[in-house]
């Protein structure tokens, strides 16, 4: 079992408390770098743009520079947007990546779901779908063999060589956002690791997540590597701190998620490609923030460590072995806060969920 972090880049509820953008970065790197320290296998920062929801313009980059200031940890991509980038860029930019963190990178490609960030891009929403797609193959085919090209619509591409050469294969590598029954079997089909969010009732997840296994084996052979659940965790060995604080941030953090993606919004019922999301728009309505604010709190891994580690068990009962690439700093939270719920985490969490897991660390 791989335990990675999730770095978010959020200033919620913080920016009219004189907390500025380049404050963000000076946390979000010393949270990086005590990762390592702590045992964490893994840096995912986000591709976001714009607002105080998120802001990580290029996570390539900012991997670069975790990648001189640490020695161990996986440096992840979670996720680079594809129909935000051009197909041959994104491919010469994690090769470097590759090469500059001697062979310690993981690919994680996503879709978007944010209209704001798809006007602000210039890309036509309608797009998305066709986009990933003519993109995602290209990419994958790119990093193994160092020739990029392509005859779609969108990403015309004439046969050029990457340089530098790929480093090394990245069978293995390859993540990708599955959060939609269609993005779950093209997850399948580019042979790529499923990477899903903590939502929904796991039940219901579990559905999506035996989905992708049977279409992994029919497109591939072999059986699907265990997939990757992201949550916003809040962890505190008092359990009345763990309840108001969790409770606190993690509710922020969803309110923050439904503004930012306007989920109740209906233009996603217009939206070419994202028709199980416009499916969702009334139950959201009908819910409204008190009940998905409960739904949330419910299926989130947040609490003491001890419900954490029921929380995380419960999940491996339905869906089977997973890797778990939680976010510590979110939802107007401070560092102090945020650095001291992963060392209860890692000092805690982390050690039962290892015991009981069949894998070993790689």
Known sequence: MQFGIQMVFQNFDRANSGVTDGQVYDEEIRLGLLAEELGFDALWPVEHHFEDYSFCPDNTQFLSYMAAR????KLGTGAVILPWNVPVRIAEKVVLLDHLCQGR???????????????GMGVNMD???QRFDEASPMIIDALETGFIE????????????????PRGSFKGRIYQVAMSPESVLQCAKAGARMVIFAQKPWEAQAEAVKEYKAAYKTQHGDDAPPIMICDFTYCDTDPARAKELGQKYVTN?????LDHYELAGEHFKNAKGYESYAQAVDAIRALGKDGMAKTYLDVTAWGTPKEIVEKFEYRKSLLGEFDINPCFLFGGMSYEEAAESMRSFARHVIPALRKSSKRKVA
């Open 253 to 257: 953090y969803l309110l923050s998620v």
């Open 70 to 73: 640490t020695k161990r940890i």
């Open 127 to 129: 797009e998305a779908r």
């Open 105 to 119: 990178t993981l690919f994680g490609m996503g879709r978007g779901l944010a209209r704001k960030e798809y006007a």
């Open 150 to 165: 392509g005859s779609g619509p969108f990403y015309p591409q004439k046969r050029t060589e990457i340089r530098p050469n």
